[in-house]
């Protein structure tokens, strides 16, 4: 009888508990840097590549730009609401322009990972040694012969002026209080 009392109490609280009311959406706003991928490129155009910041992320500043001579990224601002940011929407909305022709975007960012592991690597002392060190089998087909151009550029590039230009990069990030990406 006590049990049926209880429970006759616990039925009735819960039907006056108040339905939740679904909140309005939060509106997401930023920035974001917007790379363009070509065999000159120096590694703060890759680090920074598809960096967000703005009042609601940890980077609060945009990175100074141009980062070199080459630079050619661009800040686009983008809004978003929570529902499309919990969907997916800031990594779909990113866009990489590149000197190859219909390159997709995921090969893009895929090109962009290699060629930051590259940078942290010793030049190889050829053209098919770099291209090699590339794993060109992990992207489509279609894209391959670009691909290697593209990759043989780089290497001359770096050969010759970039690998200067890719040091002082990377003393100018060691040296600088905040990183991109970072927020401090």
Do not use: W
Not at 77 to 82: D, L, V
């Amino acid at each position: 009888m006590i049990g049926a009392f209880f429970l006759f109490v616990r039925m009735r609280a819960r039907r006056r508990t108040p339905v939740a009311k679904p909140r309005p959406p939060m509106h997401i706003q930023g920035h974001m840097v917007q790379a363009f991928l070509h065999p000159r490129m120096g590694l703060g155009c890759l680090t920074d590549s598809e960096l967000q910041f703005g009042p609601g992320f940890r980077c609060k500043e945009s990175p100074p730009l141009p980062h070199d001579a080459y630079c050619r990224c661009k800040v686009a601002p983008f809004s978003f609401t929570s529902t499309e940011v919990f969907n997916g929407a800031l990594r779909r909305h990113s866009k990489i322009e590149c000197t190859i022709p219909e390159f997709p975007l995921e090969e893009s960012r895929k090109l962009i990972a290699r060629l930051k592991a590259l940078s942290g690597a010793p030049l190889p002392p050829g053209k098919s040694q770099f291209v090699e060190a590339a794993e060109l089998d992990d992207f489509a087909e279609g894209h391959h012969k670009a691909l290697r151009e593209f990759l043989e550029d780089r290497y001359e590039f770096l050969r010759t002026e970039g690998a200067s230009a890719t040091e002082t990069d990377q003393k100018d990030t060691k040296d600088s209080p905040t990183t991109p990406g970072t927020g401090g």
